[in-house]
């Protein structure tokens, strides 16, 4: 946004809806009707109305040698049928104070000049000041809804390609990782890196059952890290067509008692960790309830690796069920 | 249930862009502790809850929780509000407190979407 629009408050971005924001991405020549019929000063006001009639127009600009010189609608065609006279050239009853708009302007500048004037329509001008469209607010809201309906697109695409990766690579073992580097005491950006795992499983074709249940162990596991390690950790995701592993791992400072910590309830988090809703005690007893197979290896020197497996050996689990 | 009677039966108010108003609730778990909320909350369920971060929403969206309501007043900060508008997760706050304010949507309806204790968790 250039510095010559007022700065938005926090209340009322707050309300800034999708739509209202694609206003002001799009472009006005990414919605406008391009190929207008223009009509020359000098034609019959009769003649226009076959026009107009014909084609179903409500309104044309008017252009000499290329250049705009006015605009005539439905309305001053009324005005002239009004007073009996069709007899006269188009230039006698056009508009010819238009307002026009520029092809690069955002969408949201259509829509400001159509609630300060009265028009319909606004023709779309070039940077030279050449007619390269027309545009209506029914050109608005259709272009807003075909970007609505492409955002819905994009993820489908993305959704769909994702999922035949799998079968569009042949090896003997093919498989995706995702690494992710996760910081101590990051609570701004927690469970960031495990969204982004579910959303992964989800494109690659995961069912939404397994994706959650993913989606729940790592997000554990990388809250763990984020409360519980000197330097913080990294999470490796391992995708296969029939196996997920997940691993997190950290440089310590390891756990003294795995046995006791995989108990229930058990914890050693601050008041401070408990006040965010963490740190009960049941976050190693959330992922084992979740992934088929868990590990805990930890010592004192050497850090702790969790590793938690989840098979999708069932038929209808498996990442690409072709065959 | 939609959102909008959700607003309307706790005197809520929503938090986030309004377009979401379309998604129908049947169910609803209140807690505070984020791993009790991961460990036995259906998916598509309502969450009412005391805590106000930004895990909150991430919680849900790992869970496939349908819409946040605060209670006790609480309001969250921009940074929670932008993820849950990302995330597409509505965000309702109420000065209601949790007890009635669960009360008052069990009661219209909704159903309680917590899965029964584990018996290890006793």
Excluded: W
């Excluded at chain 1, 104070?97 to 028009?119: G, M």
């Excluded at chain 1, 046995?259 to 740190?279: D, L, V």
């Amino acid at each position: 946004m250039t510095d010559e629009h007022p700065r938005v408050s926090d209340e009322f971005a707050k309300s800034i809806t999708r739509t209202e924001e694609l206003a002001y991405e799009l472009r006005i020549h990414e919605v406008m009707s391009e190929n207008v019929h223009c009509l020359p000063p000098d034609i019959k006001l009769e003649e226009a109305l076959d026009i107009f009639q014909k084609e179903r127009f409500s309104g044309a600009p008017v252009i000499t040698n290329g250049d705009l010189v006015g605009l005539i609608s439905i309305e001053d065609l009324i005005r002239a049928l009004r007073s009996g006279n069709l007899d006269v050239n188009v230039s006698e009853y056009m508009t010819t104070k238009v307002v026009t708009v520029h092809e690069y302007d955002p969408v949201v500048e259509a829509l400001k000049t159509f609630s300060r004037t009265n028009f319909g329509r606004l023709p779309v001008l070039d940077k030279q000041g050449k007619l390269v469209g027309i545009i209506t607010k029914g050109d608005i809201s259709n272009g807003l809804l075909t970007a609505l309906q492409r955002d819905y697109h994009a993820e489908e695409l993305i959704r769909y390609r994702a999922s035949h990766l799998f079968e569009d690579i042949v090896s003997h073992r093919t498989s995706l990782i995702l690494r992710y580097e996760i910081r101590k005491g990051d609570f701004i950006h927690g469970g960031n890196a495990s969204s982004n795992i579910k959303r992964a499983l989800l494109r690659l074709g995961a069912t939404p059952q397994i994706a959650r249940r993913c989606g729940i162990a790592v997000y554990e596991a990388e809250m763990n890290l984020i409360i519980h390690t000197n330097h913080g950790g990294s999470l490796r995701v391992e995708v296969e067509p029939h196996k997920i592993t997940m691993e997190a791992y950290d440089d310590g400072p390891g756990i003294e008692d795995v046995e006791q910590a995989m108990k229930p309830g058990y914890s050693t988090a601050t008041n401070e960790i408990r006040e965010m809703g963490f740190g009960a005690g049941m976050g190693l007893v959330n992922i084992k309830r979740c992934v088929d197979e868990m590990r805990l290896i930890s010592s004192r020197d050497r850090g702790t690796n969790l590793y938690m497996i989840m098979y999708l050996d069932d038929k209808d689990n498996t990442l690409n069920t072709v065959n | 249930m939609k959102l909008t009677e959700i607003v309307d039966l706790i005197n809520g108010e929503l938090l986030t862009q309004e377009e979401d108003y379309k998604k129908d609730i049947t169910g609803a778990m209140g807690a505070d502790l984020m791993s009790d909320v991961l460990a036995s909350i259906k998916p598509e369920a309502a969450l009412l809850t005391g805590l106000c971060n930004p895990q909150v929403v991430r919680t849900a969206l790992i869970a496939d929780i349908r819409t946040i309501i605060f209670v006790r007043g609480k309001n969250p900060d921009r940074e929670t509000i932008r993820i849950a508008n990302e995330e597409q997760i509505p965000l309702i706050t109420t000065s209601l407190g949790m007890f009635e304010a669960c009360g008052i949507l069990h009661k219209a309806g909704l159903l309680s979407y917590e899965l029964p204790a584990n018996d290890d968790c006793a």
